[in-house]
């Protein structure tokens, strides 16, 4: 054993000029234009790259297991995808059009009855007193429908024909990641290898060196993500369901853990339409601080618990280089960018401490 490592120890430094070496040559400028010209190229399909990535990352997750499942049966593996992609395809269009549903439907119950909720929010908060603003007496029932007011006022023709503009561009994009999902499950190592063979052959070892540290970090952060989902769906419930007892407890659970796939933007947006819901319900200011301790509550299992134990070595990452590329990719590719925030820090990691010789860090 000693002898082993004496020899790895021996190499590595071997291993570290031949891959610096690199850096020294002509090619490091070609690295650089070819980076610079993949940020363009994405900036510019920012709209259309959301699809690619999320069937790209749920058809990584998959691979393994259809590669086992092939291997132990001897069966054809595109027997196995076509079975996993209908049994995905399945369970996202039963998830969908229960969420549609249940969702229509409290979307028409907030409309009817949004003044009087936030009505009663106000009353909850000031009390039956009125209060003076900017030398104007004002009550809970006029505080209220000035809100009503203006937001109809900001509903005009031109939102709601970007609102439907969104809703046919979200169909379009779940149609395109679902038909991206089967040719990934079913092809996906065909591509992958054409994108290994676009890089130079004698460039493809350092290439292989790095994808060898990388692999197994980012499959451990893909699944955490997934095991991240679960929790929180399933805590969502708890909270809001058993204890809380508000209205459409599955929907805002399943909501919840869904929007956790999208870093700081999505659990804060599920927070808020959860917060929205709980107010038709409220039956006093203790269940609006109820339910501001349960969303810390569950921030902080999340963030501070659950999070890292999943995570583990992917979640090594400095938090100062994780809020940079979340606003960084956020402001370039918009979700898709959010989403590869992660990824990407850890490309970039595992590609320096490869060229480095650092792969213990």
């Given amino acids: 054993m000693k002898a082993a490592k004496k020899k790895n120890e021996e190499t590595r430094p071997a291993e570290r000029n031949r891959f610096s070496r690199a850096l020294d040559s002509g090619e490091t400028r070609a690295i650089m234009l070819a980076a610079a010209f993949l940020f363009v190229f994405f900036y510019f399909i920012r709209l259309i790259l959301l699809p690619f990535v999320l069937a790209a990352i749920v058809a990584y997750i998959c691979t393994p297991l259809l590669d086992w499942a092939a291997q132990r049966t001897r069966w054809p593996r595109l027997l196995f995808a076509i079975a996993l992609f209908v049994l995905i395809l399945g369970v996202g269009m039963f998830v969908l059009f229960f969420a549609a549903e249940h969702f229509v439907d409290e979307v028409k119950g907030l409309a009817s009855d949004l003044q009087g909720m936030l009505e009663n929010f106000v009353s909850q908060a000031i009390g039956d007193h009125p209060i003076s603003l900017l030398g104007r007496p004002l009550n809970a029932h006029e505080i209220a429908q000035s809100a009503v007011e203006h937001l109809r006022d900001w509903l005009g023709s031109e939102q709601i024909l970007l609102i439907a503009g969104y809703s046919l561009a979200g169909i379009m994009g779940l149609f ?12 996906g190592r065909r591509v992958a290898s054409g994108l290994f063979w676009i890089i130079p052959p004698h460039r493809r070892q350092l290439a292989a060196r790095i994808w060898e ?30 204890i809380l007892d508000i209205h459409h407890a599955v929907l805002l659970a399943v909501l919840t853990g869904v929007l956790e796939t999208v870093p700081v933007i999505g659990p804060t947006s599920a927070a808020v339409i959860a917060g929205l819901i709980s107010l038709r319900t409220a039956t006093g200011i203790g269940s609006i601080f109820a339910y501001a301790a349960y969303a810390t509550l569950l921030r902080l299992s999340i963030d501070q618990l659950f999070g890292p134990i999943v995570l583990g070595r992917a979640a090594h990452v400095h938090p100062v280089l994780i809020i940079f590329c979340f606003l960084a990719g956020g402001v370039v590719l918009g979700i898709a960018g959010i989403i590869l925030a992660v990824p990407v820090a850890l490309l970039v990691k595992s590609t320096l401490a490869t060229i480095y010789g650092d792969e213990s860090e």
């Fill in 213 to 242: 540290h990388l692999d197994p970090v980012l499959y451990r952060y893909f699944l955490g993500v997934l095991a991240v989902v679960v929790y929180a769906t399933i805590a969502a419930y708890i909270g809001l369901g058993l």
């Fill in 176 to 187: 395109m990641t679902a038909v991206l999902l089967f040719y990934f499950l079913a092809g």
